[in-house]
């Protein structure tokens, strides 16, 4: 008899400590949200849950990408503007000073000096730089791209400036599938022939010489001499025009990337709950389920240890 209720009494406290485990556990799972609160408690879940959290960081990182990468093509492609309107200016000068009836000496001068103006800020807009790093130097970031020519300036044959930097390209990744460029080489964009030729085609000159030309033939006075520089213009006007629509066409993909990752990490964030979080109602329900049983085995073990007292009394 008194076997029988030793037996009895185990039994009891080990229903007691399971119905107190699956308590906790449940009590955890309300509290948190989660369904899986380790692997055991879904193998099959965990491993998708793991997969899912390691393509949301890669998302992540693509994302960071493009955040970090954005503005550095937004300022590219506000200096290509600015550099646009300035040759605009520069082409309106020349057509005003071609005409015969400006060629007078105060007129000339004027021209000179808004040339010697214009030059200026081309040089400044083509050593702009976000934050540290010149955006038109290529790959050597760190070297202003347009550099005074330390040759003979009066040398009609010499470029007023040079360009110091290279034709390297940086990459950053925007999607799994989709690397694109965030900088155009100031060789392309100033039209400076690095070895293969002027960007802009056969019988340009980089801006900065195009300008120092047309300076010289208005100081000459030379109406037709003036109007033989506007095919120089333009070819420099349609490439920066050309390499500005370049830039906007990537900063509509990186847009168009943007909404992309967003779309996706909403996808996996979406899968990921459905994997690992539980339904409140029903955990809130398990709760109470497991709280009863809880009170119940309390119940029964307290009567089995009353029980055993009475026995031993007898």
Known sequence: MRTSLNQQIQSSLMFTNVASQKLMAAQNHAASGKRIMKPSDDVPGTNRALSLRSSINT???????????????????????DMAQVIHRIRDLTIEAAKSDYTDDASTTQHVAELNGLMGQLVDIANTKFGDQ????????????????PGPIPDPAVQPYIYAGNNGVRMVQVLSWVSLPVNIPGNRVLNFDTGGGNPAGAGSTDVFTMVKNLGDAISGGNVDQISAQLKNIDKNFDNVLGCQAQIGSWQSRMEGAQTTL????????????????I????????????????????????????????????
């Open 262 to 277: 967003s779309d996706t990490r909403d996808r996996l964030k979406q899968m990921l709950s459905d994997t690992e979080d």
């Open 59 to 81: 998302v992540n990182q693509f994302a960071d990408n493009v955040t970090v990468s954005k503005p550095l093509v937004d300022v590219t492609e506000g200096a290509l503007g």
């Open 134 to 149: 010149y955006i038109f130097s290529g790959t050597a970031t760190s070297t202003p791209p347009v550099q005074a020519n």
């Open 279 to 314: 339904d409140l109602p029903t955990a809130i329900v398990e709760l109470k389920s497991q709280e009863n049983v809880y009170q119940t085995a309390l119940m029964i073990t307290a009567r089995m240890l009353n029980l055993s007292l009475a026995s031993i009394n007898q």
